[in-house]
């Protein structure tokens, strides 16, 4: 009933900056938070950031400084912002979304994108 979409990422090199977005779709009531995970090879899933539906943000500490969550409410959409890219930075990145949607009755909702590559080169 509600789906993620992710678009964005690809290939850039160190010191690069890239945007991927996230665009939530169905009978979506109301989405609370929204945030970006991303998966290494041979890691497990981490949290990027999150950012609520007033727009409170949250950053990983790798993160902090060089990546900017923000979402536009009246879209469905969330966007991550990267700069300064490190080889490290390298990894899956999925967005993740939680709300309630109608079925008609309002149901809660966590659902997860398809996720987008993000390649870093050194």
């Known amino acids: 009933q509600v789906q993620l979409v992710e678009s964005g990422g690809g290939l850039v090199q160190a010191g690069g900056s890239l945007s991927v977005s996230c665009a939530a779709s169905g009978s979506i009531f109301s989405i609370n938070a929204m945030g970006w995970y991303r998966q290494a090879p041979g890691k497990q899933r981490a949290l990027v950031a999150t950012?609520?539906?007033?727009?409170?943000?949250n950053y990983a500490d790798s993160v902090k400084g060089r990546f900017t969550i923000s979402r536009d409410n009246a879209k469905n959409t969330m966007y991550l912002q990267m700069s300064s890219l490190k080889p490290e930075d390298t990894a899956v990145y999925y967005c993740?979304?939680?709300?309630?949607?109608?079925?008609?009755?309002?149901?809660?909702?966590?659902?997860w994108g398809q996720g987008t590559l993000v390649a870093v080169s050194s």
């Open positions: 993740n979304a939680n709300g309630t949607f109608r079925t008609p009755f309002l149901r809660y909702f966590e659902v």
């Open positions: 950012i609520t539906s007033g727009g409170s943000t």
